[in-house]
């Protein structure tokens, strides 16, 4: 069973800058596509950016000037840039993947990550 692992969240301030990253525990098949979320408190879950393993990207319109996601080559590791942080990017951070296996499709989630931007 593929797990994805995060680290980087913390607490920063407006302005500041933060590095989130995301393992795959498994480095045996490329994943196609890598992503990640953001879930703020009482909002559902939104899709921030995701990385395919050719390297093209997309990256949500209300981020796109301030986050950038990328991916180490060859590796199902993924990043992601956060900077300018505003208070309400405030939330927790999940990076998500998908692949099919016999024809069945597998949602992997991570356990998410926090990020809290406050003064």
């Known amino acids: 069973q593929v797990q994805l692992v995060e680290s980087g969240g913390g607490l920063v301030q407006p302005g500041g800058s933060l590095r989130l990253s995301c393992e795959a525990s498994t480095n045996s098949f490329v994943l196609n596509v890598m992503g990640w979320y953001r879930q703020v408190a009482g909002q559902e879950r939104e899709s921030i950016a995701r990385?395919?393993?050719?390297?093209?990207?997309t990256i949500a319109d209300s981020v796109q000037d301030r986050f950038a996601i990328s991916r180490d080559n060859g590796k199902n590791t993924v990043h992601l840039q956060l900077n300018r942080l505003r208070p309400e990017d405030t939330g927790v951070y999940y990076c998500?993947?998908?692949?099919?296996?016999?024809?069945?499709?597998?949602?992997?989630w991570g356990q998410g990550t926090q990020v809290t931007v406050s003064s």
């Open positions: 990385v395919f393993s050719d390297g093209t990207s």
């Open positions: 998500h993947t998908y692949f099919y296996e016999r024809r069945q499709k597998y949602d992997i």
